[in-house]
Nanobody, 120 residues
């Protein structure tokens, strides 16, 4: 069984920075694409950023130039460095992993989410 666990959320002032981490663990053989999504109250879950196993990246237009996604393949961990934070970045941030387990079954996994609050 594969578990995906986020950490690093919290309260930060406008213009501040925060770093999120997400580790995929358990019976995981390999994590392919890993990504971050976010969901503000009353809204749908939106794409933030993704990174392939080869470290190719994609970003939502709203975070380009402010957020940086990276990964450590040896640790099956993905990071999201967030800078110049704005109140509209306030949301629950979810980690996504496209992963293969020890039975060579590949599927999508989601973390439980971590709250990021940007105060003005």
């Amino acid at each position: 069984q594969v578990q995906v666990v986020e950490s690093g959320g919290g309260l930060v002032h406008v213009g501040g920075s925060l770093r999120l981490s997400c580790a995929a663990s358990g019976s995981i053989l390999r994590a392919y694409t890993m990504a971050w999504y976010r969901q503000a109250p009353g809204l749908q879950r939106d794409f933030v950023a993704s990174i392939s196993i080869g470290s190719g990246t994609n970003y939502a237009d709203s975070v380009k130039g402010r957020f940086t996604i990276s990964r450590d393949n040896a640790k099956n961990t993905v990071y999201l460095q967030m800078s110049s934070l704005k109140p509209e970045d306030t949301a629950v941030y979810y980690c996504y992993a496209d992963a293969e387990d020890s039975r060579w079954q590949r599927r999508a996994y989601w973390g439980q989410g971590t709250q990021v609050t940007v105060s003005s």
